[in-house]
């Protein structure tokens, strides 16, 4: 067993269409535990330095305007291979090509807009999963 913590975000997209119920059915039904919840309603500053590698690309200001625009859940979920495997359930990051029965490839809409609202964020190593816990559950 590998026991790991990962940080999950309910989009602000994921909130405001009423999908927090269903993706948390999703997590406990692969049977992640649920650590601790929150509601935030993400700044400027929590937002750079969660995406800070994200910084000059294109879709930076779009995406920090979205992530604004409404309150977002995030969760600290564990289990065995936490991070890897919520990012299988999520799917790719495109949810218009994401596979059928992930978050993304079931619930995702591509809007035609600059950025993908793609309902959901998961952290990619142990690494990011220790960082981004820190600044969302500081
Ligand atoms: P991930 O969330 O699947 O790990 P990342 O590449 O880390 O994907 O990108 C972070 C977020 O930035 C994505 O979830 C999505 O909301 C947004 N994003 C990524 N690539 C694009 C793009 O090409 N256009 C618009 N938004 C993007």
């Known amino acids: 067993m590998n026991i790991e913590e990962t940080l999950v975000l309910i989009k602000p997209d994921g909130v ?5 119920g269903e993706i948390l059915r999703r997590i406990e039904a692969k049977g992640y535990q649920l650590v601790d919840v929150r509601l935030v309603q993400a700044e400027v500053d929590l937002l750079a330095q969660h995406y800070a590698e994200h910084e000059g690309k294109p879709f930076y200001e779009p995406l920090m305007d979205f992530m604004q625009s409404g309150p977002t859940v995030a969760l600290r ?24 029965g992930t978050i993304r490839g079931d619930l995702g809409r591509d809007w035609g807009l600059a950025v993908q609202q793609n309902l959901v964020h998961g952290s990619d ?13 500081s």
């Open 125 to 137: 190593s142990p690494e990011s999963a220790a960082r981004e816990l820190a600044l969302w559950f």
């Open 77 to 100: 979920i564990a289990g065995n291979r936490a991070i890897e495997g919520f990012r299988s359930l999520a799917g790719t990051t495109d949810p218009t090509t994401a596979a059928p």
């Open 16 to 20: 405001a269409r009423n999908l927090t």
